[in-house]
T-cell receptor, first 114, second 114 residues
Framework: KAGVTQTPRYLIKTRGQQVTLSCSPISGHRSVSWYQQTPGQGLQFLFEYFSETQRNKGNFPGRFSGRQFSNSRSEMNVSTLELGDSALYLC?????????????FGPGTRLTVL | GDSVTQMEGPVTLSEEAFLTINCTYTATGYPSLFWYVQYPGEGLQLLLKATKADDKGSNKGFEATYRKETTSFHLEKGSVQVSDSAVYFCALSESPGTASKLTFGTGTRLQVTL
């Protein structure tokens, strides 16, 4: 079974631009979560989508948004990029059903904002 | 809110040494607990998990026991190898029935030398 895939793996943008990151979950998984990893703040939860609906949200500004498609693929968008948005963005998928299922992470997209 | 506290790293050990990485948590409910490992340039891999008190998670020689009375989930391995060098993250999830919205500790870097 293929794992979680994220594209692109690396991205360089300048301040003020916007960016879209993509995540394809493991086949059959309906829940997709996004995390930001930085040296200063560590791993922080951004949001989770389940069956095309946002189910949980972390404490990030409205510049960070996401969506999920009917095939469970998810995209994350960051508008008006700031230097502090430079980070590794990780996507994770899970079955999303009852039973305390674990999350499986992708390799991440490393975003550098200049 | 929920929080996870891990021992500061880096931890440097010789091959075949005993490893302990301390993890304590604060949660309002009855969380599931996880250990994830991150190798250089990669995403997170689930190492082990426990969903109720006194559960012992184990994988690849690593073990951790869910101690509700001390709110701890310490990671142990009897004999580390150079290939265990990585960053280890303790995490919890309070979401009932799923592992969404993980709260992570700051991570502990382990370096194993010959």
């Amino acid at each position: 079974k293929a794992g979680v895939t994220q594209t692109p793996r690396y991205l360089i943008k300048t301040r003020g631009q916007q960016v879209t990151l993509s995540c394809s979950p493991i086949s059959g998984h309906r829940s997709v979560s996004w995390y930001q990893q930085t040296p200063g703040q560590g791993l922080q939860f951004l949001f989770e989508y389940f069956s095309e609906t946002q189910r949980n949200k972390g404490n990030f500004p409205g510049r960070f948004s996401g969506r999920q498609f009917s095939n469970s693929r998810s995209e994350m968008n960051v508008s008006t990029l700031e230097l502090g948005d430079s980070a590794l963005y990780l996507c994770a998928s899970s079955g999303g059903l009852a039973g305390r299922s674990e999350q499986f992470f992708g390799p991440g997209t490393r975003l550098t904002v200049l | 809110g929920d929080s996870v506290t891990q021992m500061e790293g880096p931890v440097t050990l010789s091959e075949e040494a005993f490893l302990t990485i301390n993890c304590t948590y604060t949660a309002t409910g009855y969380p599931s607990l996880f250990w994830y490992v991150q190798y250089p340039g990669e995403g997170l891999q689930l190492l082990l998990k426990a969903t109720k008190a006194d559960d012992k998670g184990s994988n690849k020689g690593f073990e951790a026991t869910y101690r509700k009375e001390t709110t701890s989930f310490h990671l142990e391995k009897g004999s580390v190898q150079v290939s265990d060098s990585a960053v280890y993250f303790c995490a919890l999830s309070e979401s009932p029935g799923t592992a969404s919205k993980l709260t992570f500790g700051t991570g502990t870097r382990l370096q194993v030398t010959l």
